[in-house]
T-cell receptor, first 115, second 108 residues
Framework: GAVVSQHPSRVICKSGTSVKIECRSLDFQATTMFWYRQFPKQSLMLMATSNEGSKATYEQGVEKDKFLINHASLTLSTLTVTSAHPEDSSFYIC???????????FGQGTRLTVV | GQQVMQIPQYQHVQEGEDFTTYCNSS?????IQWYKQRPGGHPVFLIQ?????EVKKQKRLTFQFGEAKKNSSLHITATQTTDVGTYFCAGNFNKFYFGSGTKLNVKP
C-alpha cells in the first residue's frame, strides 16, 4: 500500500519551545491530510484537516495558534506545536488521502514529550 | 463535531471464541472504514464499506454496513492471539472521525 512517512518518531523538548512534525506522502499526491492526537489508551481525536494550498480547518476546541498546520505541497504537511507545555505531551499522528473518499494512510506517529 | 460511538470498549475472549465490535452514528455516513492498531503501533487500514447493506469478508473477519448507513460492525470468527489489538471504525463525514475503539485481548 501507499506510504506515509512521519518524522520525527519521538521528540523530547523543553517547555516553551516549539516542535515541528512532518508528514510526507511518499508515493501518491495527498490532496488532504489529517492530524490526530491520541492520548494513552484512548482513540484518535481529529485536530485539523489540511488541504494543499489552503488554510487548515480546525476542530472545535483545538487552538489554531498553538497547533500551526502548513500543507504547502501535495506531498508534505507540517504540524508545529508552539510554546509547548507538558500537557501537550501526546502521540500525534497524521494521515493522508488522495481523494476525500479513499483510504487514509497513516504515518507512524510522533511521541512528543514536553519536560 | 460529528461523533461515532463504538462499543464495547474492551473485550476479553478465549482463543477460538468469536468477537464483535459495533459502531453507530447519529447521521448518515458517506462510507466507513475499519482500522486495527497493535500495541505501540499506528492504525492500519483494514477495509472500507460504501454501499448500504454491504458485507465484506477478509478471511475470519466480516464487516457489515447498515442499511441506513449509520451503523457498522466487525466480526471475527474463531479469534487467534494475532488478533490482539484495538479496532477502530472511522466514519466519513467528509472527514474521518474515529470511534473510541474496542480493545481486544485474546487469551491462549
Amino acid at each position: 500500500g501507499a506510504v506515509v512517512s512521519q518524522h520525527p518518531s519521538r521528540v523530547i523538548c523543553k517547555s516553551g519551545t516549539s516542535v515541528k512534525i512532518e508528514c510526507r506522502s511518499l508515493d501518491f499526491q495527498a490532496t488532504t491530510m489529517f492530524w490526530y492526537r491520541q492520548f494513552p489508551k484512548q482513540s484518535l481525536m481529529l485536530m485539523a484537516t489540511s488541504n494543499e494550498g489552503s488554510k487548515a480547518t480546525y476542530e472545535q476546541g483545538v487552538e489554531k495558534d498553538k497547533f500551526l498546520i502548513n500543507h504547502a505541497s501535495l506531498t508534505l504537511s507540517t504540524l508545529t506545536v508552539t510554546s509547548a507545555h507538558p500537557e501537550d505531551s501526546s502521540f500525534y499522528i497524521c494521515s493522508a488521502t488522495e481523494t476525500p473518499d479513499t483510504e487514509a494512510f497513516f504515518g507512524q506517529g510522533t511521541r512528543l514529550t514536553v519536560v | 463535531g460529528q461523533q461515532v460511538m463504538q462499543i464495547p470498549q474492551y473485550q476479553h475472549v478465549q482463543e477460538g471464541e468469536d468477537f464483535t465490535t459495533y459502531c453507530n452514528s447519529s447521521t448518515t455516513l458517506s462510507n466507513i472504514q475499519w482500522y486495527k492498531q497493535r500495541p505501540g503501533g499506528h492504525p492500519v487500514f483494514l477495509i472500507q464499506l460504501v454501499k448500504s447493506g454491504e458485507v465484506k469478508k477478509q478471511k475470519r473477519l466480516t464487516f457489515q454496513f447498515g442499511e441506513a448507513k449509520k451503523n457498522s460492525s466487525l466480526h471475527i470468527t474463531a479469534t487467534q492471539t494475532t488478533d490482539v489489538g484495538t479496532y477502530f471504525c472511522a466514519g466519513n463525514f467528509n472527514k474521518f472521525y474515529f470511534g473510541s475503539g474496542t480493545k481486544l485481548n485474546v487469551k491462549p
